[in-house]
């Protein structure tokens, strides 16, 4: 077993990280893994920024605030988190 970096991505509604969350996508490392939207999924597994650092989650990069997006690209794109969480992998 190794020390491995997993990704998460997720959108939110605002800068704030405890804004809702309306996006995720978790990059495992994995060889072969795909991110892809689960359509029996009752919903997110984190409801805010928050709530993934309280589960262990660390933000590498914050949105950027400087508001150089449209109202609608926001709406449609949200304000993206980048966070890593280091635990143990099979090689």
């Known amino acids: 077993m190794s020390l491995k970096q ?11 990280p405890k804004s809702p969350t309306i996006s ?4 495992e490392p994995v060889e072969g893994t795909i991110v892809e ?7 997110l597994e984190y409801d805010s920024v928050h709530a993934a650092i309280c ?10 605030q400087r508001g150089n997006l449209s109202d ?5 794109l949200g304000f993206q988190f980048i966070l890593e969480k280091m635990e143990q992998f099979d090689a």
């Open 72 to 76: 609608s690209d926001v709406d449609v």
């Open 24 to 27: 995720l996508a978790l990059h």
């Open 37 to 43: 939207i689960d359509p029996m999924s009752d919903g």
């Open 6 to 16: 997993r990704l998460l991505y997720l959108s939110a509604l605002s800068t704030d």
């Open 55 to 64: 589960d262990g989650w660390r933000v590498v990069h914050f949105p950027d």
